[in-house]
């Protein structure tokens, strides 16, 4: 049973930073890309950032270029998202999910994903 669980979440003024944590159990982590997703209120899920099993390849969403930063430490089953430079518009719950396909690239499909964490809540104040 593969289980994801995201942390690191909160209340941040505009400007500020987040780290946010997803560890992964039942799975060969190093084998599968990892993605982080969000979903604001009244909007639909959409793509944040991904990542490649092997940590090699990295893929972002326009919004998050240049603020967000995701890796991973297979070592601990972890990948991260580093949020800057935060705004109002980044307030929403956002999930980390692993990939259906075996050594496959990040992808901004969430059909691609087979496992999703249950959601971390970020709110940035204006």
């Known amino acids: 049973q593969v289980q994801l669980v995201e942390s690191g979440g909160g209340l941040v003024q505009t400007g500020g930073s987040l780290r946010l944590s997803c560890a992964a159990v039942g799975r060969t982590f190093s084998a599968y890309s990892m993605g982080w997703f969000r979903q604001a209120p009244g909007k639909e899920r959409e793509f944040v950032a991904g990542i490649r099993g092997s940590g090699d390849i990295t893929d972002y969403a326009d919004f998050a270029k240049g603020r967000f930063t995701i890796s991973k430490d297979n070592a601990k089953n972890t990948v991260y998202l580093q949020m800057n430079s935060l705004k109002p518009e980044d307030t929403a719950v956002y999930y980390c999910?692993?990939?259906?396909?075996?050594?496959?690239?990040?992808?901004?499909?969430?059909?691609?994903?087979?496992?999703w964490g249950q959601g971390t809540q970020v709110t940035v104040s204006s």
């Open positions: 999910a692993t990939r259906r396909v075996l050594w496959s690239p990040p992808s901004a499909n969430e059909g691609d994903y087979s496992y």
